[in-house]
């Protein structure tokens, strides 16, 4: 549990203070692709915390889902839909449920120790 946090912790720190510009126009796909790699991390998480944690689903994974969101962000503005509200919308949901069920799990395992 605590490896996957201090891996998140330190690319938050690398993406604050590394003098890396994304270009304005990229801005939308890249939003979506950070996006879909959070979704998998808090999913890796989850899983870890369920005791079922597969290195190889969680990269692949972690790897598809970035580049398809990547990809349908991209082939929507080409076709003039804003497929990407649609990717922010069904990630957001998601990244929310896996936290949620993260906080429970803790709070779950806490409360049987002290019981």
């Keep these: 549990m605590i490896y996957p946090l201090i891996g998140f912790l330190l690319g938050i720190i690398v993406g604050i203070y590394a003098p890396i510009n994304i270009p304005v126009i990229y801005a939308p796909y890249m939003s979506i692709a950070v996006l879909a790699a959070m979704d998998s991390v808090f999913g890796g998480i989850r899983a ?7 290195m190889n689903i ?3 994974g972690f790897f598809s889902n970035t580049l398809l969101a990547g ?3 991209y082939f929507g503005d080409r076709m003039g839909l804003p497929i990407y509200m649609a990717a922010i919308f069904a990630f957001g949901v998601r990244i929310f ?5 993260i906080r429970r799990l803790i709070v779950q395992r806490i ?3 002290n019981n």
Excluded: G, S
């Design 48 to 54: 870890v915390e369920e005791n079922n944690f597969n």
């Design 58 to 60: 969680f990269i692949t």
């Design 71 to 73: 990809f349908l962000a």
């Design 97 to 101: 449920q896996n936290l949620a069920i």
């Design 111 to 113: 409360f049987q120790k």
